[in-house]
């Protein structure tokens, strides 16, 4: 694959994370009330969860593993790096995958 064309993919998959990642979220917003129910005591936010059912656990699931093309955008974009000689690259691809394992967890 040209450098040209990796870059591009690597783009695509930030830009691609970031938009998916606005929609489950946007669905927690209108289904959930989030992030403003966490204010609430947690025997109501404990309700509400479970009356959105199915439905809200897969909003959940999606909002957790859309963030995906972002990881694979993260380690493209240390690869492209890498003739930069970054002093703070392994820094930031290590930030950048743990950001995902917590957006997951």
């Known amino acids: 694959m040209?450098?040209?064309?990796f870059r591009k993919?690597?783009?695509?998959f930030f830009i691609v994370g970031a938009i998916l990642v606005n929609i489950p979220y946007t669905l927690l917003i209108m289904n959930f009330?989030?992030?403003?129910i966490l204010r609430q005591p947690t025997e109501?936010?404990?309700?509400?969860?479970q009356a959105g059912g199915d439905?809200?656990?897969?909003?959940?699931?999606?909002?957790?593993?859309?963030?995906?093309p972002m990881l694979f955008g993260t380690i493209m974009?240390?690869?492209?790096l890498e003739k930069e000689n970054s002093p703070f690259l392994e820094t930031a691809t290590t930030i950048g995958v743990i950001g995902?394992?917590?957006?997951?967890a």
Do not use: C, H, M, N
């Not at 439905?55 to 995906?68: D, E, K, N, R, S």
């Not at 974009?77 to 492209?80: E, H, M, T, V």
């Open 100 to 104: 995902f394992i917590v957006q997951v």
């Open 9 to 12: 993919l690597a783009g695509i």
């Open 2 to 5: 040209s450098e040209k064309t």
């Open 55 to 68: 439905a809200l656990i897969y909003t959940w699931l999606a909002f957790a593993w859309v963030g995906l």
């Open 44 to 49: 109501e936010i404990l309700t509400k969860f």
């Open 77 to 80: 974009l240390k690869r492209i």
């Open 33 to 36: 009330d989030y992030p403003d």
